[in-house]
């Protein structure tokens, strides 16, 4: 990257830029433009094909931008293009930081980069227009203007064209989808797992020890080793290249996570010191309150997101979480 990129007192003004840099600027710009727009459309085929026909339409556009310029450059200048970046250049727009990936392309927040590109480009052919003295290449540089001025009814065009209301509300499905597929279900996995596998051996120890310091460490010990397990144990299970459902280190990361926090929840009150008076019975009943907490939680999401009936849900969570709860309590007073 060039230095004047980084450093933002070595930017150079546009009025210090010369005719063939002026339209090798443009060239690059254009074909910036027009690789981003490809890119967003390559992320966005596989779930969103409106918005991906969209994106290829706009690419299209800025090729066509690019190789007129291009025309007009080699006919005056020959091949070699100086190297020059819009980033370089005092008074542009800064584009915003690219969006996640093909995994969480959000067509939304891609829309709203073009939109900026083309506002950009806008200011610089307006500009550059101004500052050319060749007739012919001002009226070039207007009519370029003029073009990404029109960028909203442009993009309204297409919008009419790739993003139908059916198109959208598609879309909107298939980023519910992979939501609740490369999120919710692996953390309402691992907060289940979390929650419930931990009982029985944090309640074992609580009812063997009547020492809260023994059973936090227990319940730490399993909180996390559950954590692990259930990280690992996600993101070995599926690939996510067949079903969709993501990167394999994102579902394990928040299956992990989610886990963790689940077995904690219950075993931080344990951290209260054995020299309180009654701090097993307070410990014992902090934790049970949290764990109806956890449970109805479990409920929620289920029947937020996977449109599970609530009492339904409640009812499944709360018969298993009390069979594990009962079966630590009588294994630990065994």
């Known amino acids: 990257m060039p230095m004047s990129a980084i450093l933002p007192f070595r930017r150079r003004s546009i009025d210090d830029l010369t005719e063939r840099e002026l339209i090798a600027l443009a060239v690059f710009s254009e074909e910036d433009d027009a690789r981003r727009y490809q890119d967003f459309a390559d992320a966005c085929a596989g779930s969103y094909p409106a918005s991906a026909g969209f994106f ?25 293009l100086p190297p020059i970046r819009t980033e370089e250049i005092r008074g ?13 392309a959000q067509p939304e927040r891609m829309r709203s980069e073009a939109t900026a590109r083309e506002r950009r480009a806008e200011t610089f052919y307006a500009a550059a227009a101004a500052r050319s003295r060749d007739a012919r290449l001002r009226a070039l540089f207007n009519h370029l203007a003029e073009a990404e001025r029109g960028h909203e009814e442009r993009a309204g065009r297409l919008e009419a064209e790739h993003l139908t209301e059916a198109a959208r509300d598609a879309e909107s499905t298939a980023r519910h989808r992979r939501i609740v597929l490369t999120y ?8 289940i797992d979390g929650s419930v596998s931990t009982l029985a051996p944090l309640f074992a ?49 928040v299956c992990g996570l989610m886990t963790m926090l689940g077995g904690l929840g219950h075993t931080l ?18 934790a049970a309150l949290i764990v109806a ?4 939680a479990i409920a929620w999401i289920r029947t937020h997101y996977m449109e599970t009936p609530f009492l339904r849900s409640v009812f499944q969570v709360v018969v298993g979480g009390t069979m594990v709860l009962l079966a630590g309590i009588f294994i630990g007073s065994a």
């Open 56 to 80: 290829a339409a706009m690419a299209a556009e800025e090729r066509a931008h690019r190789d007129s310029l291009l025309a007009l450059y080699r006919e005056r200048f020959g091949d070699i």
């Open 92 to 104: 542009l727009p800064r584009m915003p930081a690219p969006p996640p990936g093909a995994v969480l």
């Open 184 to 191: 919710v279900q692996p953390g309402l996995a691992g907060l």
């Open 205 to 253: 120890a609580a009812f063997a020890t009547q020492s809260n310091k023994e059973t936090f460490l227990v319940g730490l010990a399993a909180s996390v080793g559950a954590g692990i397990s259930m990280g690992i144990t996600e993101a070995m299970s599926d690939d996510g290249i067949i079903s969709g459902r993501g990167a394999p280190w994102l579902r394990g990361l």
């Open 269 to 286: 009150p344990y951290l209260v010191p054995d020299s309180w008076p009654n701090a097993f019975h307070i410990a014992t009943l902090t």
């Open 293 to 296: 907490a956890e449970l109805v």
